[in-house]
Protein backbone atom coordinates (compact mmCIF):
# COMPACT_ATOMS: atom_id res chain seq x y z
CA UNK A 1 0.00 0.00 0.00
CA UNK A 2 1.37 3.26 -0.98
CA UNK A 3 2.60 5.85 2.06
CA UNK A 4 1.92 9.46 2.51
CA UNK A 5 6.06 9.51 2.03
CA UNK A 6 5.48 7.56 -1.15
CA UNK A 7 2.92 10.76 -2.54
CA UNK A 8 4.97 13.55 -1.67
CA UNK A 9 7.61 12.01 -3.30
CA UNK A 10 5.41 11.04 -6.78
CA UNK A 11 4.17 14.44 -6.54
CA UNK A 12 7.11 16.59 -5.79
CA UNK A 13 5.67 18.28 -2.97
CA UNK A 14 6.61 18.31 0.98
CA UNK A 15 5.39 15.54 3.23
CA UNK A 16 3.37 18.29 4.57
CA UNK A 17 1.81 19.59 2.19
CA UNK A 18 0.58 16.01 0.86
CA UNK A 19 -0.70 15.18 4.14
CA UNK A 20 -2.61 18.71 4.28
CA UNK A 21 -4.26 17.70 1.06
CA UNK A 22 -5.20 13.85 1.78
CA UNK A 23 -5.71 14.46 5.63
CA UNK A 24 -8.43 16.95 5.04
CA UNK A 25 -6.52 19.56 7.00
CA UNK A 26 -8.23 23.11 6.87
CA UNK A 27 -4.86 24.75 6.12
CA UNK A 28 -4.94 26.16 2.12
CA UNK A 29 -2.81 24.41 -0.21
CA UNK A 30 -2.82 25.99 -3.61
CA UNK A 31 -4.89 24.50 -6.20
CA UNK A 32 -1.82 22.97 -8.54
CA UNK A 33 -0.17 21.80 -5.38
CA UNK A 34 -3.52 20.06 -4.81
CA UNK A 35 -4.22 18.67 -8.11
CA UNK A 36 -0.19 17.09 -8.22
CA UNK A 37 -1.06 15.56 -4.80
CA UNK A 38 -4.50 14.20 -5.41
CA UNK A 39 -3.43 12.83 -9.32
CA UNK A 40 -0.40 10.85 -7.57
CA UNK A 41 -2.85 9.34 -5.02
CA UNK A 42 -4.97 8.26 -7.19
CA UNK A 43 -2.20 6.69 -9.59
CA UNK A 44 -0.56 4.84 -6.28
CA UNK A 45 -3.53 3.56 -4.71
CA UNK A 46 -3.14 5.86 -1.37
CA UNK A 47 -6.38 5.07 0.87
CA UNK A 48 -7.24 8.02 2.51
CA UNK A 49 -6.55 7.86 6.87
CA UNK A 50 -10.20 8.68 8.31
CA UNK A 51 -8.50 8.95 11.60
CA UNK A 52 -6.25 11.97 10.23
CA UNK A 53 -9.25 13.51 8.80
CA UNK A 54 -11.07 13.10 12.38
CA UNK A 55 -7.82 14.68 13.79
CA UNK A 56 -8.19 17.22 11.02
CA UNK A 57 -11.49 18.50 11.60
CA UNK A 58 -10.61 18.60 15.42
CA UNK A 59 -12.59 16.01 16.74
CA UNK A 60 -10.15 14.42 19.30
CA UNK A 61 -10.49 15.80 22.85
CA UNK A 62 -6.93 14.42 23.67
CA UNK A 63 -4.03 16.65 24.59
CA UNK A 64 -0.24 15.71 24.50
CA UNK A 65 1.40 16.84 26.94
CA UNK A 66 5.54 16.52 26.54
CA UNK A 67 7.82 17.08 29.40
CA UNK A 68 11.62 16.31 30.08
CA UNK A 69 11.67 15.40 33.86
CA UNK A 70 8.76 14.14 35.80
CA UNK A 71 10.83 13.81 38.79
CA UNK A 72 11.89 17.92 38.07
CA UNK A 73 9.20 20.38 40.14
CA UNK A 74 9.88 22.93 37.50
CA UNK A 75 7.94 20.47 34.83
CA UNK A 76 5.67 19.04 37.54
CA UNK A 77 4.00 22.36 37.84
CA UNK A 78 3.74 23.09 34.00
CA UNK A 79 1.72 19.92 33.48
CA UNK A 80 -0.25 20.64 35.89
CA UNK A 81 -1.56 23.73 35.06
CA UNK A 82 -1.94 22.45 31.69
CA UNK A 83 -4.09 19.46 32.86
CA UNK A 84 -6.18 21.83 35.20
CA UNK A 85 -6.35 23.59 32.07
CA UNK A 86 -7.21 20.61 29.53
CA UNK A 87 -10.29 19.58 32.39
CA UNK A 88 -11.63 22.87 31.89
CA UNK A 89 -12.17 22.28 27.88
CA UNK A 90 -13.45 18.68 29.11
CA UNK A 91 -10.09 17.27 27.53
CA UNK A 92 -8.05 13.70 27.94
CA UNK A 93 -4.26 14.15 28.69
CA UNK A 94 -1.58 12.06 28.02
CA UNK A 95 1.87 12.50 29.42
CA UNK A 96 5.43 11.37 28.10
CA UNK A 97 8.85 12.38 29.45
CA UNK A 98 11.77 12.71 27.30
CA UNK A 99 14.32 12.09 30.29
CA UNK A 100 16.18 15.04 28.41
CA UNK A 101 17.21 12.73 25.11
CA UNK A 102 16.08 14.76 22.32
CA UNK A 103 15.46 11.64 20.07
CA UNK A 104 13.09 10.65 22.34
CA UNK A 105 11.13 13.79 22.18
CA UNK A 106 10.81 13.70 18.25
CA UNK A 107 9.71 10.15 19.05
CA UNK A 108 6.84 11.01 21.60
CA UNK A 109 5.72 13.32 18.98
CA UNK A 110 5.34 10.96 16.05
CA UNK A 111 3.89 8.84 18.56
CA UNK A 112 1.12 11.41 19.62
CA UNK A 113 0.33 12.37 16.03
CA UNK A 114 -0.22 8.44 15.13
CA UNK A 115 -2.55 8.25 18.35
CA UNK A 116 -4.53 11.30 16.77
CA UNK A 117 -3.75 13.65 19.57
CA UNK A 118 -5.90 17.00 18.86
CA UNK A 119 -2.95 19.20 20.38
CA UNK A 120 0.35 18.45 21.64
CA UNK A 121 2.44 20.49 24.07
CA UNK A 122 6.62 20.54 24.49
CA UNK A 123 7.80 21.78 27.83
CA UNK A 124 11.67 22.53 28.25
CA UNK A 125 15.17 23.87 26.73
CA UNK A 126 15.85 23.35 23.11
CA UNK A 127 19.47 22.12 22.30
CA UNK A 128 22.02 23.73 20.21
CA UNK A 129 22.08 21.08 17.41
CA UNK A 130 20.49 22.24 14.45
CA UNK A 131 20.03 18.88 13.06
CA UNK A 132 18.08 17.53 15.83
CA UNK A 133 15.86 20.96 15.88
CA UNK A 134 15.45 20.64 11.97
CA UNK A 135 14.21 16.74 12.56
CA UNK A 136 11.67 17.82 15.28
CA UNK A 137 10.28 21.22 13.17
CA UNK A 138 9.82 18.49 10.19
CA UNK A 139 7.72 16.22 12.90
CA UNK A 140 5.83 18.64 13.79
CA UNK A 141 5.12 19.90 10.49
CA UNK A 142 3.99 16.81 9.63
CA UNK A 143 1.71 16.67 13.07
CA UNK A 144 0.17 20.40 11.86
CA UNK A 145 -0.52 19.42 8.50
CA UNK A 146 -2.55 16.82 9.64
CA UNK A 147 -5.04 19.16 11.77
CA UNK A 148 -2.80 18.91 14.77
CA UNK A 149 -1.91 22.19 17.14
CA UNK A 150 1.20 22.75 19.22
CA UNK A 151 2.40 25.10 21.35
CA UNK A 152 5.91 25.02 23.25
CA UNK A 153 6.96 26.13 26.65
CA UNK A 154 10.35 27.47 26.29
CA UNK A 155 12.41 29.21 23.45
CA UNK A 156 10.39 30.84 20.44
CA UNK A 157 12.61 29.17 17.54
CA UNK A 158 10.22 26.07 16.53
CA UNK A 159 7.83 28.18 14.68
CA UNK A 160 4.75 27.18 16.44
CA UNK A 161 2.17 28.66 19.28
CA UNK A 162 5.01 29.51 22.05
CA UNK A 163 5.25 30.75 25.76
CA UNK A 164 8.18 32.14 25.76
CA UNK A 165 10.14 32.56 29.49
CA UNK A 166 12.75 35.58 29.45
CA UNK A 167 15.34 33.52 30.72
CA UNK A 168 18.00 35.71 30.30
CA UNK A 169 16.23 39.05 31.71
CA UNK A 170 15.64 37.45 35.03
CA UNK A 171 18.75 36.22 35.40
CA UNK A 172 20.12 39.87 34.47
CA UNK A 173 17.92 41.40 37.29
CA UNK A 174 19.17 38.78 39.88
CA UNK A 175 22.60 39.59 39.30
CA UNK A 176 21.75 43.29 39.65
CA UNK A 177 19.99 42.48 42.82
CA UNK A 178 22.56 40.45 44.44
CA UNK A 179 25.24 42.87 43.24
CA UNK A 180 23.16 45.66 45.41
CA UNK A 181 24.10 43.87 48.44
CA UNK A 182 27.23 44.16 48.44
CA UNK A 183 28.18 40.84 46.20
CA UNK A 184 31.14 41.29 43.60
CA UNK A 185 32.61 37.94 43.44
CA UNK A 186 30.60 35.19 41.84
CA UNK A 187 30.29 32.26 40.36
CA UNK A 188 27.21 30.51 38.39
CA UNK A 189 26.70 26.73 38.14
CA UNK A 190 25.85 26.80 34.31
CA UNK A 191 24.26 23.80 33.35
CA UNK A 192 25.30 22.00 29.84
CA UNK A 193 26.89 23.77 26.81
CA UNK A 194 24.16 22.87 24.80
CA UNK A 195 20.98 23.80 26.49
CA UNK A 196 19.54 27.32 25.63
CA UNK A 197 17.73 27.89 28.74
CA UNK A 198 21.48 27.34 30.60
CA UNK A 199 22.98 28.98 28.01
CA UNK A 200 20.60 32.25 28.41
CA UNK A 201 20.18 32.37 32.28
CA UNK A 202 23.78 32.35 32.47
CA UNK A 203 24.51 35.00 30.12
CA UNK A 204 22.26 37.27 31.29
CA UNK A 205 23.59 37.04 34.90
CA UNK A 206 27.21 37.38 33.01
CA UNK A 207 25.64 40.72 30.54
CA UNK A 208 24.56 42.60 34.01
CA UNK A 209 27.97 41.71 35.75
CA UNK A 210 29.76 43.29 32.82
CA UNK A 211 27.11 46.45 32.62
CA UNK A 212 27.76 46.62 36.45
CA UNK A 213 31.57 46.84 35.79
CA UNK A 214 32.13 43.86 37.63
CA UNK A 215 34.43 40.57 37.40
CA UNK A 216 33.08 38.06 35.23
CA UNK A 217 31.45 34.96 37.19
CA UNK A 218 33.56 31.48 37.99
CA UNK A 219 31.65 29.42 35.59
CA UNK A 220 31.62 25.37 36.63
CA UNK A 221 29.11 23.13 34.79
CA UNK A 222 26.84 20.38 36.14
CA UNK A 223 23.95 18.44 34.47
CA UNK A 224 20.48 19.93 34.51
CA UNK A 225 19.68 18.19 38.19
CA UNK A 226 20.19 17.97 41.84
CA UNK A 227 23.24 15.85 41.56
CA UNK A 228 24.26 18.21 38.30
CA UNK A 229 24.29 20.95 40.85
CA UNK A 230 26.06 19.09 43.67
CA UNK A 231 29.04 18.05 41.52
CA UNK A 232 29.44 21.29 40.06
CA UNK A 233 29.94 22.79 43.86
CA UNK A 234 31.77 20.14 44.93
CA UNK A 235 34.00 21.03 41.80
CA UNK A 236 33.92 25.05 42.54
CA UNK A 237 35.02 24.35 46.63
CA UNK A 238 37.86 22.50 45.33
CA UNK A 239 38.72 25.71 43.60
CA UNK A 240 39.13 27.13 46.73
CA UNK A 241 38.19 30.62 45.33
CA UNK A 242 37.16 34.17 46.49
CA UNK A 243 33.15 33.86 45.42
CA UNK A 244 30.71 35.32 47.95
CA UNK A 245 27.59 34.40 45.86
CA UNK A 246 27.05 31.31 44.09
CA UNK A 247 23.85 31.36 41.00
CA UNK A 248 22.49 27.99 39.98
CA UNK A 249 20.93 28.51 36.89
CA UNK A 250 17.72 26.35 38.25
CA UNK A 251 16.04 25.85 41.80
CA UNK A 252 17.04 22.37 41.19
CA UNK A 253 20.91 22.51 40.76
CA UNK A 254 20.83 24.74 43.53
CA UNK A 255 19.28 22.70 46.21
CA UNK A 256 22.29 19.92 45.25
CA UNK A 257 24.46 22.98 45.70
CA UNK A 258 23.26 23.99 49.42
CA UNK A 259 23.87 19.55 50.18
CA UNK A 260 27.24 20.27 48.57
CA UNK A 261 27.91 23.20 50.77
CA UNK A 262 27.18 21.75 53.77
CA UNK A 263 28.72 18.83 53.44
CA UNK A 264 31.78 20.71 52.99
CA UNK A 265 30.92 22.60 56.21
CA UNK A 266 30.24 25.91 54.23
CA UNK A 267 27.07 27.92 55.90
CA UNK A 268 24.48 29.65 54.27
CA UNK A 269 24.09 32.24 54.08
CA UNK A 270 26.79 33.40 56.79
CA UNK A 271 29.97 31.54 54.70
CA UNK A 272 28.61 31.56 51.07
CA UNK A 273 25.32 33.12 49.39
CA UNK A 274 23.23 30.93 46.93
CA UNK A 275 20.74 31.91 44.80
CA UNK A 276 18.68 29.79 41.98
CA UNK A 277 16.24 30.48 39.56
CA UNK A 278 12.36 29.12 39.07
CA UNK A 279 11.08 29.39 42.28
CA UNK A 280 9.80 25.66 42.39
CA UNK A 281 7.11 24.83 45.12
CA UNK A 282 9.63 22.45 46.99
CA UNK A 283 12.10 25.70 47.88
CA UNK A 284 8.80 26.39 50.87
CA UNK A 285 10.54 23.87 53.16
CA UNK A 286 14.07 24.41 52.02
CA UNK A 287 16.18 25.95 55.05
CA UNK A 288 17.54 28.44 54.21
CA UNK A 289 14.58 29.48 51.91
CA UNK A 290 16.05 30.21 48.66
CA UNK A 291 16.67 33.52 46.88
CA UNK A 292 15.45 32.64 43.61
CA UNK A 293 13.66 34.01 40.08
CA UNK A 294 10.15 33.37 40.50
CA UNK A 295 8.42 32.49 37.09
CA UNK A 296 4.39 31.25 37.01
CA UNK A 297 4.86 27.73 36.32
CA UNK A 298 1.27 26.45 36.12
CA UNK A 299 0.03 29.21 34.50
CA UNK A 300 3.00 28.78 31.91
CA UNK A 301 1.09 25.25 31.97
CA UNK A 302 -2.34 26.82 31.12
CA UNK A 303 -1.21 29.54 28.59
CA UNK A 304 0.31 26.97 26.37
CA UNK A 305 -3.06 24.83 26.28
CA UNK A 306 -4.82 28.35 25.60
CA UNK A 307 -2.49 28.87 22.72
CA UNK A 308 -2.76 25.09 21.16
CA UNK A 309 -6.12 25.62 21.61
CA UNK A 310 -6.69 28.91 20.04
CA UNK A 311 -7.02 30.23 16.39
CA UNK A 312 -5.20 29.04 13.15
CA UNK A 313 -2.98 31.39 11.90
CA UNK A 314 0.22 33.24 12.31
CA UNK A 315 2.65 31.47 15.52
CA UNK A 316 2.13 33.40 18.76
CA UNK A 317 4.55 34.35 20.91
CA UNK A 318 3.47 35.10 24.65
CA UNK A 319 6.27 36.20 26.78
CA UNK A 320 6.50 35.70 31.05
CA UNK A 321 8.81 37.32 32.69
CA UNK A 322 10.05 36.41 36.24
CA UNK A 323 10.27 38.03 39.52
CA UNK A 324 13.33 38.38 41.64
CA UNK A 325 12.67 36.71 45.24
CA UNK A 326 15.12 37.72 47.53
CA UNK A 327 15.28 35.40 50.74
CA UNK A 328 17.60 33.85 53.65
CA UNK A 329 19.87 32.07 51.36
CA UNK A 330 21.72 35.70 50.55
CA UNK A 331 23.35 37.80 52.84
CA UNK A 332 24.22 41.59 52.58
CA UNK A 333 28.15 41.93 52.15
CA UNK A 334 29.98 44.97 53.38
CA UNK A 335 33.53 46.30 53.54
Known amino acids: M?????????????????????????????????????????????RVDAAAQTLARGASNVVGIVIQDLTDPYFAAIADGAIR????????????????????EIAL????????????????????????????????????AGGGRVAVIGQDILGTDTVAPLNREGAYDLAVALAGLGHRRFATLAGPPNLLTAIDRAGGFAAALSDLGLPPPLVVRGAFDRDGGHAATCELLALRSDVTCVFAVTDVMATGALAALRENGVEVPRDMS?????????????????TTVRLPLARMGSL?????????????????????????SVRPVTG
Open 2 to 46: ATLEDIARHAGVSLATASRVLNGSTRHVGAVMRERVEFSAAKLGY
Open 85 to 104: AADGHDMVVTLGTTYRDPER
Open 109 to 144: VATLNAQRARAVLIAGSRVTDEAVLRRLRAELDVYR
Open 274 to 290: LAGFDDIAPLRDLVPSL
Open 304 to 328: ALDLALGHEGVPRRETVGGEVVLRD
